[in-house]
C-alpha cells in the first residue's frame, strides 16, 4: 500500500480551503469568511482543530494592578461546539483563553455570554505544563467541572 507523506495532507487541506470561493480574492480585500478559512486552514496544517462555539457562560477577570499577578487566563463554557476543521469536540466545552497579560486586559475579558467565537483548540492535559501554572479565573458553574477542558486561543 502506497503511503502518502504526512506533509501533503495539510498542504492538501490548505489547498483546498484556499480554492473555495471567496478565498484569496483580491478586490476589495478579503471577507471575514475568506479570512476565517485561512486561518482555519493555517491552524489545520498544524494539526490544531478550529471550533466555532456560542458563549454560554465567562468568568469575571479581577481589574489589572489590583492583583498581585500581571498574567491571568479566563474560562469559557462554550456551546454550539462546531468543528472548522480538526476533530470535532463535545457540544459543549470549557476553554481556557488569555484574558490579562502584562496587566493589560485582552479580548477575551470583553466577551459576553451570547456571543459567537472562533478558537484554536488544544485538550487541556496537552498544554497544561505550560499554561497550568498562571493565575485563572474560573467559572461559579458546579456544571463546568463535569466539560472537556481546552485550552484556546481567539481568531
Known sequence: MRRTHPIFVPILALAM???????????????PTAATQRAAATRAAKGETIVQATIKEIAKLPKPGTVPYKDATIAIHLTNVKALS????????????????DNRML?????????TVT?????????????????????????????????????
Open 119 to 155: 478558537l484554536a483548540i488544544t485538550p487541556w492535559d496537552k498544554v497544561e505544563e505550560q499554561y497550568g501554572g498562571y493565575n485563572r479565573a474560573e467559572l461559579d458553574s458546579p456544571d463546568a467541572l463535569t466539560l472537556d477542558a481546552y485550552w484556546g486561543e481567539l481568531e
Open 17 to 31: 480551503l484556499l480554492s473555495m470561493p471567496g478565498c484569496g480574492q483580491q478586490s476589495g480585500g478579503p471577507s
Open 107 to 115: 479580548r477575551a475579558a470583553s466577551l459576553r455570554p451570547g456571543e
Open 86 to 101: 480538526g476533530k470535532q469536540p463535545a457540544r459543549d466545552i470549557l476553554a481556557y483563553v488569555w484574558g490579562m497579560r
